[in-house]
């Protein structure tokens, strides 16, 4: 397990959405970023959590509603990582597989895709 401060793994999950392509980051709607320090009790190896309506999902009746969340949990992440270069290759397949389920594609394909 490496140590890396909240501020560093802040910046590197931005680092992560930044490098995401321009043509995808413009088509994210309604969604928000958290990073928190542990994932829920009832899955704490979690290391990245998309709650929301995916855009396959969403009709014309869809409005007026909380942003989706995308989050990054930081220890899980660490725990599985020996080095920052570890953490950025993490963090940067955490942060497609949930900006992937927000486009409504499913564990199974981003499995085959190797965003596990």
Not at 2 to 17: G, N, T, Y
Not at 35 to 49: C, K, N, R
């Amino acid at each position: 397990m490496i140590e890396v401060s909240e501020d560093r793994f802040a910046e590197l999950v931005e680092a992560a959405f930044d490098a995401v392509p321009a043509e995808l980051a413009a088509l994210l709607d309604n969604v928000v970023l958290f990073i928190e320090d542990d994932a829920p009790a009832d899955d704490p190896t979690l290391l990245g959590f998309y709650d929301g309506i995916p855009l396959t999902e969403r009709d014309t009746s869809y409005g007026g509603v909380m942003p989706d969340r995308i989050y990054v949990y930081r220890n899980p992440t660490l725990a599985i990582c020996d080095t920052e270069e570890d953490v950025v290759e993490e963090v940067g397949i955490t942060v497609v597989h949930e900006i992937a389920h927000h486009f409504g594609i499913e564990d199974d394909r981003l499995h085959e895709l190797g965003y596990a």
